[in-house]
């Protein structure tokens, strides 16, 4: 164990015996367990990383010609001075007669996403959907910026063998499908079907060496599936002391947003108050009701794989009231937990 501990080295380990409460073997566990998940991550990471680089380059060309790495117009009066300096280094590496094919693949991560913030909107502002084609009305580059950026800090830890324990893997992944799937849904599929994480994750260990306490032995099945189009009135209608919490869903089945029967007549009571107490429940629908309160706050997503410590965690944060459960490779909704009936 010494010989080990040495080759990692005290500092490193040290954060992993902390996690393991002082348990040496417990924390070499964890260690282990740290590594193979960043294992398998790097390929749902890779295919989302060249998807995105593709997509930006096939925008560069039809903006700056095929040798966009060396126009003017992109380089002096596009790129920030970070850029340019990321774009030479990139050159340098590649070397001067290397081909546009070769430098794209030596740009980092950091520069394909660093892209899509405020400085290049203009970049953006016709474009962003001929790149990113599955992109919902409204949704602009800053909403690819929102994907890419945290994506981008995850793949930089995993990059350089940092602890991802106590991160939110299921958000992460959840951003790389959605990512991947704005440009191309059978290139998203079909990374899910070959991602390996789930299975993964559910091997994390636990110092008595059982199995984990995982999400999924807590989570309630009894829950409603809705779409933005459903209308209040079939809400109501499937509403019981067995289903309060309700999941809304985009058309792969995918949670995005969730809330509880309670938000539903807060929202009826507030609108009959504004037409004095007339209101046609067939006439609103759940997209209403997610317009009308701060829904991204209130909900989260976690792998039901993930340990039950996690899911605590989540539920803590002042304003979540509902956490959802999701199978990480088809990203369907399990089950859920309410804050007001959590028992642990």
Known sequence: MQAIRASISEPRFATYLSKGGNHEEYALALYLYNARVAKAFLYPINVAEVTLRNA???????????????????????????GLWTLDKAIQRAGQNASRDQIVATLTFDFWSNLFRSEYGSL?????????????HGESRQDIQNLVRPINTFRNRVAHHEPILDMNITDIYARIVRLTELRCKETAEWMRHHSTLSAVVRTRPRRDGTAANNLAAKLDKAFLSVTPDTALN???????????????VDKAGRPTGAFTSVDVTRYIATRAKELDGLIALTEHKVSHLIESIDIGARWASMDEAAPVGLAV??????RIQVLVGIDVESGK????????????
């Open 333 to 344: 909704a399990t089950g859920v937990i309410l804050r007001a009936h959590r028992r642990y």
């Open 234 to 248: 079939d809400v109501i209608g499937l509403v019981d002391e067995k289903h309060h919490a309700i999941v809304c």
């Open 124 to 136: 953006w502002r016709t474009t962003v959907n001929l790149a990113f084609p599955h992109l919902q």
């Open 56 to 82: 930006v380059d096939e925008i560069l060309v039809s903006k700056f010609q095929q040798n966009w790495h060396k126009d003017a117009a992109f380089r002096d009066h596009t790129l920030t001075p970070e």
């Open 313 to 318: 965690k989540a539920l803590q944060k002042p």
